[in-house]
């Protein structure tokens, strides 16, 4: 039991390095990429990362999967991204990041629907915290609303979700780091006309925009997401959705580290709502067969094992 236990400790710990490091996003973006380009920010760490995995792998989508992938790689990486950028320009950054913080209460309903997973009152308890934790944490009393703007981080939230339920309710049938690959390029070229015609490319690249490019693409993007998906194959969807909460406070603690900005008491207090939501998440019991064997099964099952042969 005690091995199981360091099993599961392991596998969370690792999938929370995801949502960790995407909360340095905020400080690389602000300070190391071309200013005011979120979109091109995006593309730059899906489409390189994407490819360079994919020659690696060399395992390409057949049969449904060329509709599945893409349909992921929206909903996970291009779609959210897009959205994501949408609230952040109509609103105020602590507006769409609270509404971004509905993503695990939203994933907890659709995998009780979806995947027949128990909502659990523990779960509902944690995401409900989690939601106060992130508005103390990130919220101003100023504040004012867009419908546009919070259309879009409601849609954002929903399309995570979304993504992480089917990834979950349709498995992979190749390797981890192919099935992350073809999310990585399906969501980059999602973003190219939408990068092309609402930004352009920058007249120039500096130094310091190539290696804050470069910790997005490789630690940032292809890393994370790879711990992400393994996470969500192996783990409750809500148990995993709720990880997502600890992004907004690596950024708050990036932010105070690195660029002396200050907390308050009620930040705190939300910092301290949020990790007892995240603690209180993982309080839930996991499959261990499914932890001892999903891995292995699902990544050595043939791809044209049970799907259609490409055209």
């Given amino acids: 039991m005690r091995g199981i236990e360091r099993a599961k400790f392991g596998l969370i710990a690792a999938t929370a390095l995801a949502p960790m ?6 400080l690389v973006t602000t300070e190391m990429l071309p200013p005011d380009r979120p979109l091109l920010a995006g593309l730059i760490r899906a489409l390189p990362a994407g490819i360079a995995i994919a020659a690696f792998t060399r395992q390409r989508p057949q049969g449904s999967w060329w509709l599945k992938a893409g349909i992921l790689g929206v909903l996970n990486i291009g779609g959210f991204f897009a959205l994501l950028f949408l609230a952040a320009f109509r609103l105020p950054g602590g507006v769409a990041a609270t509404l971004g913080a509905i993503q695990p209460l939203v994933a907890a309903g659709l995998a009780a629907t979806l995947l027949a997973e128990p909502l659990r009152r523990v779960i509902v308890v944690s995401g409900t915290l989690g939601l106060v934790g992130v508005g103390l944490l990130v919220l101003r009393a100023d504040a004012h609303l867009d419908s546009i703007g919070v259309a879009a981080g409601l849609a954002g939230a929903l399309a995570m979700a979304t993504g992480v339920v089917l990834t979950k309710r349709w498995g992979r049938p190749v390797s981890l780091m192919a099935f992350t690959s073809w999310q990585l390029v399906a969501g980059g070229v999602f973003l190219i006309p939408l990068t092309l015609g609402i930004e ?4 120039t690249i500096s130094s310091t925009n190539l290696v804050g490019f470069l910790w997005l693409t490789s630690v940032g993007t292809a ?3 790879v711990l992400w998906f393994r996470g969500i194959q192996l783990l409750p969807v809500a148990q995993v959705s709720l990880l997502a909460l600890l992004s907004p406070v690596v950024a708050a603690i990036a932010g105070w580290m690195m660029l002396a900005q ?3 008491i009620g930040q705190l207090l939300g910092m301290v709502l ?4 995240v603690w209180l998440g993982q309080r839930v019991p996991v499959d261990t067969d499914e932890m001892k064997s999903s891995s292995t099964d699902r990544a050595s099952t043939p791809i044209s094992s049970d799907l259609p042969s490409a055209p």
Avoid: D, K, V
Wanted: glycine letters at 10%; hydrophobic letters at 40%; charged letters at 0%.
């Fill in 21 to 26: 490091t995407w909360g340095t996003t905020y």
């Fill in 200 to 203: 352009g490319l920058p007249q």
């Fill in 223 to 225: 890393l994370a997401y």
């Fill in 262 to 264: 200050t907390l308050s």
């Fill in 274 to 277: 949020i990790l007892t939501a």
